[in-house]
């Protein structure tokens, strides 16, 4: 398995590991009083699946997205900003425009 693909599959882990603390923290805590909401309710499990599924996703995508950024090179001593082109100083012309001109 390439070594990107294992990268990859151990962030996503990683994400998902964080999204369940993160959801047991929130029904813990009963922020908003989500954990009533969600034991009082018929179809409560199918938030809690969702929630903890979709902040997995996040949490997934920017550990993957860390794990990438710090693979740089620290002494990336390329040129940086590259060379700008002059911005280019125009003048103001004005514009006579008839107002008696209707449609």
């Not at 990683?14 to 009082?40: D, E, I, K």
């Not at 090179?73 to 006579?96: M, T």
Request: aromatic share 12%; proline share 5%; hydrophobic share 50%.
């Amino acid at each position: 398995m390439p070594r990107l693909v294992r990268l990859y599959i151990k962030q996503v882990a990683y994400g998902f590991v964080l999204s369940a603390v993160f959801v047991g923290m929130l029904l813990g805590f009963n922020v908003a009083n989500l954990r009533h909401l969600m034991f009082a309710t018929d179809g409560g499990w199918i938030a809690g699946f969702m929630l903890f599924f979709f902040n997995g996703l996040v949490f997934a995508g920017v550990q993957f997205a860390i794990a990438i950024m710090r693979m740089a090179d620290p002494e990336d001593k390329g040129p940086k900003g590259g060379h700008r082109a002059p911005v280019r100083q125009g003048q103001l012309i004005p514009i006579r425009i008839r107002a008696d001109d209707r449609r």
